[in-house]
Antibody, heavy 122, light 112 residues
């Protein structure tokens, strides 16, 4: 059974960089797309971006100038960096798996982490 | 971006009664491969979202058959045939055809 686990600081100061890591267990990072999704308190879900196991990335244009997603295949981990944060970046951050195959097409977000709350405050 | 619009946003339901959630997209969700990538997620209180339905009507493993999805093009529906207490939570539709991926606002299902 694939499991994802987010980790990182729960408090970040305004203008600083938010950094989170997602550890994948019970399966390989290979052949999948690895995503970050966030949910501001009491609000809906927003897709941040993904990194493919080959290293290619795709980011939401609304955050593209501030987001970097990277991969460490040796540790079965991928990471999120969000720069110049403000209070609007306060949210629960989830990592999630996505797949694509030419036979089955897209399979979005079949496995999720438990989420980690990041608060942006002085 | 493709806008996903759900209704209603709040859904009080009596135990054992059916429930229905509508989701409308601002663009067709038919992909170039002929598939329609419309997903439904359930988020129980204090939990991560869980995918229930993918490609409009395909149930994920372990999802009770009282959940069903239907629709085409830009109009989609999630139905629960008989609501149980464990179904309480927020339901989101999400389009997987266009980038960026986008979610509906969520429909909060509660027991009346």
């Amino acid at each position: 059974q694939v499991q994802l686990q987010e980790s990182g600081p729960g408090l970040v100061k305004p203008s600083e960089t938010l950094s989170l890591t997602c550890s994948v267990s019970g399966g390989s990072i290979s052949n999948y797309y690895w995503n970050w999704i966030r949910q501001p308190p009491g609000k809906g879900l927003d897709w941040i971006g993904y990194i493919h196991y080959t290293g290619s990335t795709n980011y939401n244009p609304s955050l593209k100038s501030r987001v970097t997603i990277s991969l460490d295949t040796s540790k079965n981990q991928f990471s999120l960096k969000l720069s110049s944060v403000t209070a609007a970046d306060t949210a629960v951050y989830y990592c999630a798996r996505q797949a694509f195959s030419y036979s089955s097409g897209w399979s979005d977000f079949d496995y999720w982490g438990q989420g980690t709350l990041v608060t942006v405050s002085p | 971006d493709v806008v996903m619009t759900q209704s209603p946003l709040s859904l009080p339901v009596t135990l054992g009664q059916p429930a229905s959630i509508s989701c409308r997209s601002s663009q067709s969700l038919v992909y170039s491969d002929g598939n329609t990538y419309l997903n439904w997620f359930q988020q129980r209180p204090g939990q991560s979202p869980r995918r229930l339905i993918y490609k409009v009507s395909k149930r994920d493993s372990g999802v009770p058959d009282r959940f069903s999805g239907s629709g085409s093009g830009t109009d989609f529906t999630l139905k629960i045939s008989r609501v149980e207490a464990e179904d309480v939570g927020v339901y989101y539709c999400m389009q997987g055809t266009h980038w960026p991926r986008t979610f509906g606002q969520g429909t909060k299902l509660e027991i009346k």
